[in-house]
Antibody, heavy 117, light 113 residues
Framework: EVQLVESGGGLVQPGGSLRLSCAAS????????MSWVRQARGKGLEWVAN????????YYVDSVKGRFTISRDNAKNSLYLHMSSLRAEDTALYYC??????????WGRGTLVTVSS | DIVMTQSPDSLAVSLGERATINCRSS????????????LGWYQQKPGQPPKLLIY???TRESGVPDRFSGSGSGTDFTLTISSLQAEDVAVYYC?????????FGQGTKLEIK
């Protein structure tokens, strides 16, 4: 089955760190651009980061630059998002998505990150 | 950043009637080298992740019913549901993939009248 499954979310204090993971199956992960997209409760969608198939190109939304790091392990069919210096405004459901130009054609169900003291 | 603005914010349509959602980008998302609009449409039902409906502004994703269609070019786009079904109740988003950061519209909530 073609799917993406996120994990690693949870409650973290402001200024803390968290690493999200996304396990891919059913398709050629190493052949796909991958992304993280987030959605605050009751709000719209916000693209967070993209990574090329071999990790040679990486892009971030300005609000997470210097705090978040996207990475991948093609041998493990896994995508990661390391988040540090977390803020209350980072609270959201984080989706892993396959990026197929020009859109996101496969999504996981998300993992919830809550930043609160 | 390219700002995507959808209208209306919410919409109530009778079953079997046409639903139309508009999306405007703050700059053109038409890529001149291939004459394609880097614009997609998504459907998000409560408690579910978004689902891709349309890409290249007008190409239906595999498995999407043909009552869904996309049109437009440059900066103005439309998602049309030709005959609304009960299962189409959802929030719909447009998204541009032309420039980084990739951006979404604020969403349009579609309900049954």
């Amino acid at each position: 089955e073609v799917q993406l499954v996120e994990s690693g979310g949870g409650l973290v204090q402001p200024g803390g760190s968290l690493r999200l993971s996304c396990a891919a199956s059913g398709f050629t992960f190493s052949g796909s651009w991958m992304s993280w997209v987030r959605q605050a409760r009751g709000k719209g969608l916000e693209w967070v980061a993209n990574i090329k198939q071999d990790g040679s190109e990486i892009y971030y939304v300005d609000s997470v630059k210097g705090r978040f790091t996207i990475s991948r392990d093609n041998a493990k069919n896994s995508l990661y998002l390391h988040m540090s210096s977390l803020r209350a405004e980072d609270t959201a459901l984080y989706y892993c998505a396959r990026a197929r130009n020009p859109t996101f054609d496969l999504w996981g169900r998300g993992t919830l990150v809550t930043v609160s003291s | 950043d390219i700002v995507m603005t959808q209208s209306p914010d919410s919409l109530a349509v009778s079953l079997g009637e046409r639903a139309t959602i508009n999306c405007r980008s703050s700059q053109s998302v038409l890529y001149s080298s291939n004459n394609k609009n880097f614009l997609g449409w998504y459907q998000q039902k409560p408690g579910q992740p978004p689902k891709l409906l349309i890409y290249w502004a007008s190409t239906r994703e595999s498995g999407v019913p043909d009552r869904f269609s996309g049109s437009g070019s440059g900066t103005d786009f439309t998602l049309t549901i030709s005959s609304l079904q009960a299962e189409d109740v959802a929030v719909y988003y447009c998204q541009q993939y032309y420039g980084i950061p990739y951006t979404f519209g604020q969403g349009t909530k579609l309900e049954i009248k």
